[in-house]
């Protein structure tokens, strides 16, 4: 089965860090594109960070550019977000998501939902960044 498991979120104060993971199932990270999302009550959804299908090379949303960082360890099939100097702005309901696709996909354009890229998603993982 094709499945992804966002884990990590929970209630953090500002300025601190947090790290998210996706663990994935049924395939394999290093093949396909990958990213990760917010949405905020009230807002669109976005994307904040994705990588390249073929090469894994990374974007930022400039609104996270800096403080967070995407990552993979294949040996644990497995997909991090590490958030750093948290701000209330970052509270939301954070989202793990692939295509699969053999295609070759930019970072880019995966983060860029009014694509509509993806094609699976994990059930999202609540960050609430509040003192």
């Known amino acids: 089965q094709v499945q992804l498991v966002e884990s990590g979120g929970g209630l953090v104060q500002p300025g601190k860090s947090l790290r998210l993971s996706c663990t994935a199932s049924g395939f394999s990270l290093d093949n396909y594109a990958m990213g990760w999302f917010r949405r905020a009550p009230g807002n669109e959804r976005e994307g904040l960070s994705c990588?390249?299908?073929?090469?894994?090379?990374?974007w930022y949303a400039d609104s996270v550019k800096g403080r967070f960082t995407i990552s993979r360890d294949l040996a644990k099939n497995t997909m991090y977000l590490d958030m750093n100097k948290l701000e209330p702005n970052d509270t939301g309901n954070y989202y793990c998501a692939t295509r699969l696709s053999l295609a070759y996909i930019r970072g880019s354009y995966f983060c860029g939902d009014e694509h509509r890229a993806q094609d699976r998603w994990g059930q999202g993982t609540q960050v609430t960044v509040s003192p």
């Open positions: 990588i390249s299908s073929r090469d894994a090379i990374p």
